[in-house]
């Protein structure tokens, strides 16, 4: 089969941990079997310069009709004052809500030749391969009534409204038994129902999905504090870890410093699967942005990049043995004490942005 990718590189070092990637498309496609096809567009402060816009209608398009985006970083001084509209966030955020991209997914794992270099205790982390599933597109940060009202009594009253639908909570529940199911078969829901109307119904649904046809996957809840302190206490507890998007917000950032750098860290956004294919719209991108502190220097870390190719590999064309073979890779590199600059310590060997990549498909 043929899968088509549009990479859209972005802004600072967007197109120079791109770059890796590409190289790696280019290993899988000499491989024979399978290939991948890449289209590129531009979006960010970059589709500003050519367009006017944060991302054409052009580009849009062929986001909604590939297999996946790989997505690399918008952003950057040069745009600050752009008009809001068509900042180079914009972009990002009309991806993600026209391809209905409601499910983000963080994983924290550590790498072994990191461990040590951790401020964390070794044996918590050393190992750690977790997932967290996030409800991104519904919940406290989109719910109506969003208001301030001033009480005229010197007082003013902030409400935000927490809203969940039962079809919500169901399409996140069936994502997170699926990605189970292709890592170590667990799923951890966490919400508050001891507090909250949405944490009663989450578990619900998660627990009626649960039983309709994933009761292979083991299903634990939590409640949400409880569950962050086990996060920092004892992560390798975890398999994959779901939650609404307020929560997931948090834990995954907490999650993600478990592991260490920004420059390490991998994400994906999924959609709905599509009733007759299966296929779901992805968007697949690093965690971190632009940094345009040292765009052109040749210095990016392009891990957080090709990892979540690897996620591509792993999400949306069911390649879990490929996927395992390149975060491997990823893994031997840094055990051969190879480190960018923003992960190097001590006794290892800081190289750039195009010798990591190599070294990476060398493995
Ligand atoms: P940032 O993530 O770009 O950089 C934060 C720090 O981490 C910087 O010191 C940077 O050099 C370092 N860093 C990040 N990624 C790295 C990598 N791959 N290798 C080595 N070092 C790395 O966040 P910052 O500085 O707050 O934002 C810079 C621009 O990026 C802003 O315009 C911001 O709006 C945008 N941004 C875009 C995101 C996206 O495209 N999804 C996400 C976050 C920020
Ligand atoms: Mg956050």
Not at 314 to 338: P, Q, T
């Amino acid at each position: 089969a043929t899968h088509n990718l549009l990479l859209l590189p972005g802004d600072g070092i967007g197109p120079e941990i791109m770059v890796e990637v590409k190289k790696v498309i280019s290993w899988f496609n000499a491989q024979g079997g399978d290939s991948f096809e890449t289209d590129e567009g531009l979006v960010g402060g970059s589709a500003y310069d050519a367009h006017g816009v944060a991302i054409s209608e052009e580009d849009m398009a062929k986001a909604m009709a590939a297999d996946a985006v790989i997505f690399g970083a918008v952003g950057g001084p040069k745009w600050d004052s752009v008009p809001y509209d068509v900042r180079p966030e914009a972009g990002l955020l009309r991806l993600r809500k026209d391809m209905e991209l409601f499910a983000n997914l963080r994983p924290a794992i550590c790498y072994p030749a990191l461990a040590d270099a951790s401020s964390l205790k070794k044996d918590i982390i050393e190992g750690l391969d977790i997932l967290i599933l996030r409800e991104l597109t519904g919940g406290v940060y989109f719910g109506e009534p969003k208001t301030i009202t001033d009480l005229g009594n010197g007082q003013k009253r902030a409400i935000d409204t927490q809203v969940y639908d039962t079809y919500e909570i169901e399409r996140i529940a069936k994502a997170a038994f699926e990605f189970a199911r292709t890592r170590n078969g667990k799923v951890t829901s966490m919400e508050k129902r001891n507090v909250m109307k949405s944490g009663v119904l989450w578990n619900e649904v998660v627990t009626a999905t649960h039983k309709n046809g994933y009761e292979d996957v083991k299903l634990e809840h939590m409640l949400a504090d409880a569950g962050g302190m086990q996060l920092v206490r004892w992560p390798k507890q975890f398999d994959v870890i779901v939650c609404d998007n307020l929560f997931g917000d948090m834990l995954s950032d907490v999650a993600a410093m478990l592991t260490g750098s920004l420059g390490m860290l991998p994400s994906a956004s999924l959609g709905a699967a599509d009733p007759k294919t299966g296929k779901r719209k992805a968007l697949y991108e690093p965690v971190h942005g632009s940094a345009p502190d040292i765009a052109g220097t040749g210095a990016a870390n392009p891990i957080a990049m090709i990892a979540s190719f690897a996620m591509a590999l792993r999400y949306s064309f069911e390649k879990v043995a490929e996927a395992d073979m390149l975060d491997k890779a990823i893994a031997n590199a840094l055990a051969k004490g190879l480190r960018t600059k923003d992960i190097a310590s001590e006794g290892t060997k800081v190289v750039g942005t195009s010798e990591m990549g190599d070294a990476i498909i060398a493995e």
